[in-house]
């Protein structure tokens, strides 16, 4: 098993999922490895969203296998997936709009003792929680307006950051980051794109779904293409090769 | 206008201020509003009738508020998770006959508050499990059942008594008498009040109770046990009920099946008027306690300068909306503030 360098800390092998008629995933493979950033790319339909919701456990893979750190993962719910170390940020964020940076952090699993007591029962260390996601926040460089609002009051870009900065304190393999820039102004978008290329620097192994061409040649460093639930294409993306990867996407001939 | 310079003054606590102190102000203002309402209420009162402040009177109002404060301090747990408990009045009314039948058959206070206690946490239980585990979209259906069930169980079991006469001595005490001047059922609320404020900031559990009603979908996705939240949330419900029922069993020294009706409207205005937020997610004890001492102040108010009991009711009607209004414009100004924090992000 030590033939080569470490393994890939997520591989997708040979991946099938059918709905009913629709070959939503036709044998897919795919690797992604720490400190780097891997495109996910593909039209509407393409698979890109079912092939993320086998990894973070929302759908089970009909064939295939998904392995990490290069042992097969038994991955059939969210929750299995989230203590296996794949944390996924989706469009929605899965914020609490009432609670505060720190508590949606921690939200969950929260810092909390006596550990004898059943969960539910214990008493929260709200300043432990506090603290650690403010070193998180600042580690990461998000600047928050105020620690102590709750997140209704902060723009779509900093939620954003929140949503992902919680994402990665958890994930201690891969982040899922489905559209992180989709609903986000150019300025906004910035701040996260800083944001992935700061979680890539610091070793985590990021999966990025986007439809923005120039993000992807900004920062993946590798991209894979879907279409139809076919893997189309894998390539490391640049200006040279945009219109090439263009055309994997909607399936013209270059 | 003396409160205003002060919260403004108070409002950049901790870390910098956001743009837009205008917004952030008025947001402040909004949270304490019911409270300085209430004051304020308070003081009208007493220019219109000197009586209003006589301790003798003020012991009526707490005596006379006991028993919504308590109720509603379960209600608004239920409320922040997004839910509604109509059933409340109507387990109240069915413990007091449960402890009323159970007093008949043996003179203990023990048995006969288990018996009430019991009788609500039961209730609380069916339907917190129906509504979580019969997968119904809203709890209202469950409890306008249960109210409906219990009201008519009351009824059968006191067989054609609207009072039962009798409670153990110990419970009237609780329900009727005084220690250093204060009525008894004052100690009662502290004591609820004291705990669920635990339950439901200090605890995981309460915690917990935010995140469902903040986002229900986002709670079952970050591994909360949404299921279990909400049971022991009805169930805590109920058990307020059943306090409650202890509490107005001894001031009147009776149980009835006519006991608490339209408390559940009276408890779901008093947590509205105080502040917390229909929509879940949004209030604290506090807001429970505040909405159910402004009802019960309006109530007396009304009762002093002879007003039509009917007024009473128009009142309290208008202030919920004024509540539900207030709750509306929050909503507008935090997204407001959420879009000049977007603008100004450098």
């Not at chain 1, 999922?17 to 629709?22: D, H, I, N, S, T």
């Not at chain 1, 929140?162 to 910035?190: C, H, Q, Y």
């Not at chain 1, 279409?227 to 013209?252: D, H």
């Not at chain 2, 609380?124 to 169980?153: D, E, K, M, Q, W």
Request: aromatic share 4%; charged share 15%.
């Amino acid at each position: 098993m030590r033939a080569s360098a470490a393994p890939p800390v997520l591989a997708v092998h040979h991946a099938q999922k059918r709905f009913g008629a629709v070959h939503a995933l036709r044998d897919v493979s795919l690797e992604a490895h720490r400190g780097e950033v891997l495109a996910l790319l593909g039209d509407n339909g393409a698979g890109k969203s079912t092939l993320v919701k086998c990894i973070s456990g929302v759908h089970a893979l009909d064939e295939g296998e998904i392995l990490l750190d290069g042992e097969a993962a038994s991955i059939h719910s969210p929750s299995a997936a989230r203590r296996a170390g794949i944390e996924t940020v989706y469009q929605d964020l899965a914020l609490f709009d009432n609670l505060t940076p720190a508590q949606n952090f921690y939200c969950g699993r929260e810092i909390a003792f006596p550990a004898w007591l059943p969960r539910g029962l214990r008493f929260l260390s709200g300043r432990a929680m506090d603290r650690e996601a403010a070193a998180v926040l600042e580690r990461l460089r998000v600047n928050l307006p105020r620690f102590d609002a709750p997140v209704a009051l902060m723009s779509g870009g900093q939620r954003q950051a929140i949503a992902v900065a919680r994402a990665t304190v958890f994930a201690r393999k891969v982040v899922i980051l489905d559209e992180p820039t989709a609903a986000l102004g150019v300025r906004e978008s910035r701040r996260v794109l800083d944001l992935i290329a700061q979680l890539r620097a610091e070793g985590n192994a990021v999966v990025l779904i986007t439809h923005n061409m120039e993000h992807v040649i900004e920062l993946a460093d590798r991209a894979v293409v879907l279409r139809q639930g076919r893997k189309v294409g894998e390539l490391k993306p640049n200006r040279a090769n945009q219109q090439e990867l263009v055309g994997m996407i909607v399936g013209a001939e270059a | 206008m003396r409160e205003r310079t002060n919260t403004a003054s108070i409002s950049p606590t901790g870390g910098p201020a956001v743009g837009g102190s205008a917004i952030s102000l008025a947001l402040r203002l909004l949270s304490i509003g019911p409270l300085l309402i209430l004051i304020l209420l308070a003081a009208v009162i007493r220019l219109l009738t000197p009586n209003f402040l006589k301790p003798a009177n003020l012991g009526n109002i707490v005596a006379q508020t006991a028993v919504i404060a308590i109720v509603a301090a379960g209600q608004h747990l239920v409320i922040l998770t997004r839910g509604i408990d109509l059933s409340v009045g109507a387990s109240l009314a069915l413990a007091t006959v449960i402890g009323g039948l159970v007093f008949r058959v043996a003179d203990s206070a023990l048995l006969v508050t288990l018996a009430m206690l019991l009788t609500g946490l039961t209730v609380g239980a069916i339907n917190g499990i129906v509504y979580v585990f019969g997968r119904l979209p809203h709890p209202f259906i469950v409890t306008l059942a249960t109210l409906s069930i219990c009201r008519g169980l009351a009824l059968e079991f006191s067989i054609g008594h609207t009072t039962m006469r009798g409670m153990p001595d110990a419970i009237t005490v609780l329900g009727e008498s005084s220690s250093f001047g204060i009525p008894n059922s004052f100690f009662v609320v502290f004591g609820v009040a004291a705990i669920v404020l635990v339950m439901a900031k200090a605890m995981v559990w309460g915690r917990w109770i935010y995140a469902v009603g903040g986002a229900p979908e986002a709670a079952l996705e970050m591994g909360i046990p949404v299921k279990a939240v909400l049971v022991s949330t009805y169930m805590i419900s109920g058990l307020c009920a059943g306090i409650g029922a202890v509490v107005l069993a001894g001031r009147t020294a009776a149980s009835s099946p006519l006991y608490g009706n339209l408390l559940e409207l009276d408890t779901i205005a008093a947590v509205i008027i105080g502040g917390a937020s229909f929509l879940g997610g949004r209030g604290h004890i506090g807001h429970a306690l505040v909405g159910a001492l402004m009802i019960g102040v309006i109530r007396n108010a009304l009762n002093l300068l002879n007003v039509d009991v009917f007024f009473q009711m128009i009142a309290i009607g208008l202030i919920i909306v004024v509540a539900v209004q207030a709750d509306v414009l929050r909503n507008h100004l935090e997204a407001r503030a959420r879009a000049r924090e977007a603008a100004s992000t450098p």
